[in-house]
């Protein structure tokens, strides 16, 4: 069995993983970023426009696959899917509401409404041509069956190694403190930080630590930074500086307005953090509330106050919800659960 996956950059370390793991379980795997075989029109390049599919057909006629995994839907995935080859489609978010959104804020002008529009074709085509569509969270697959109702989906959770996940010191941080991991690139999600405030006010001495970048960066900064106990850090090297990040905070909080299955929320765990996370999209899936850390309701600071102030007077709950954590996802987001769950998703496919 041969497999090729076509990635975006920002998944190539994780799409990595992936591909040597099936590996291991006799796949053999051929990883590309997409853009770099095949980017076409639309695209930031204007020399990309007038691109063939020269390098992806001389791709598909070496490699010869017997199936092709895409991790985003572009035109790498709009050509693999006018082959009579099985495509899996795994869909990381919802782009119909991102894209919505990202018309309401940064892309107002015709011509980048434009831009979206034609992805947004693109996508269409991708999905509508795929052998399955594969959500990563059950959240998600509801809104596929609602748009592609005729369509297989199979959900496909994000993988995780948990073996890179460990103890490693390097970062001093103030205690106690209460970590973040998430960017600002979608104000939908980003927004959600604008809670702060107030729980800053109620805890001067713990102190709050951001890590993240993105366009609505200094939109959240111009709220948080007049507070002497919240600390920016920019964007950390992944994944040495994050996990000495995760290492060193006493919890893990992430408030977002949507996500599905924010990979970070496996990294804190896996790192015995106790994690508070707003119980929106995927995220319920993720966490087990109550046992490996808490859910808040979007837009409550009066919940978030409280959990904190339990996880902070309370070490032994800490720990306790971090031994749970970790072996939480290791049991259900490890590579070896995630792509033994892949290879039954596509044997049943191809048996057909």
Not at 330 to 338: L, R
Request: hydrophobic letters at 40%.
């Amino acid at each position: 069995m041969k497999l090729l996956i076509g990635c975006s950059p920002d998944k190539f370390f994780h799409l990595k993983e992936f591909g040597e793991n099936l590996k291991k379980k006799g796949v053999e795997c051929k990883l590309v970023i997409d853009t770099s075989v095949y980017t076409g029109f639309p695209s930031k390049e204007i020399t990309k426009w007038f691109e063939t599919k020269g390098k992806f057909n001389d791709l598909i006629k070496e490699f010869q696959p017997d199936a092709v995994f895409v991790d985003r839907q572009t035109n790498f995935g709009l050509a693999a899917s006018k082959l009579k080859i099985p495509l899996f489609v795994h869909l990381r978010g919802d782009v119909w509401s991102e894209a919505v959104m990202a018309k309401q804020t940064l892309h107002t002008s015709t011509s980048k409404r434009s831009v979206i529009w034609l992805k947004q074709r693109i996508a269409k085509k991708c999905f509508e041509n795929s052998t399955s569509i594969l959500p990563i969270c059950k959240y998600l697959e509801n809104k596929v069956k609602e748009r592609f109702p005729e369509n297989k989906t199979d959900i496909l959770y994000q993988g995780i190694d948990p073996a890179n996940w460990y103890y490693q010191d390097g970062l001093n941080l103030k205690h106690p403190c209460v970590g973040l991991v998430q960017n600002a690139n979608i104000f939908g999600k980003a927004k959600e930080l604008e809670i702060l405030p107030k729980v800053l006010e109620v805890f001067p001495k713990v102190m709050f630590y951001w890590v993240g970048d993105g366009p609505y960066k200094e939109t959240i900064l111009a709220k948080l930074e007049k507070y002497e106990n919240f600390k920016w850090l920019g964007k950390l090297d992944y994944p040495e500086k994050v996990r000495q990040f995760l290492s060193a905070i006493d919890i893990y909080a992430l408030l977002t307005g949507i996500d599905m299955s924010p990979l970070t929320l496996q990294e804190a765990q896996l790192m015995k953090k106790p994690v508070i996370a707003t119980n929106v999209g995927g995220i319920p899936e993720l966490v087990k509330n109550n046992v490996t850390g808490f859910l808040i309701e979007k837009g409550n600071h009066l919940e978030l106050i409280d959990k904190i102030s339990i996880l902070i007077d309370n070490k032994t709950k800490r720990d306790k919800m971090g031994e749970e954590g970790r072996k939480f996802v290791n049991d259900n987001f490890s590579w070896e659960v995630i792509t033994e769950k892949f290879l039954r998703i596509m044997n049943k496919y191809m048996k057909n």
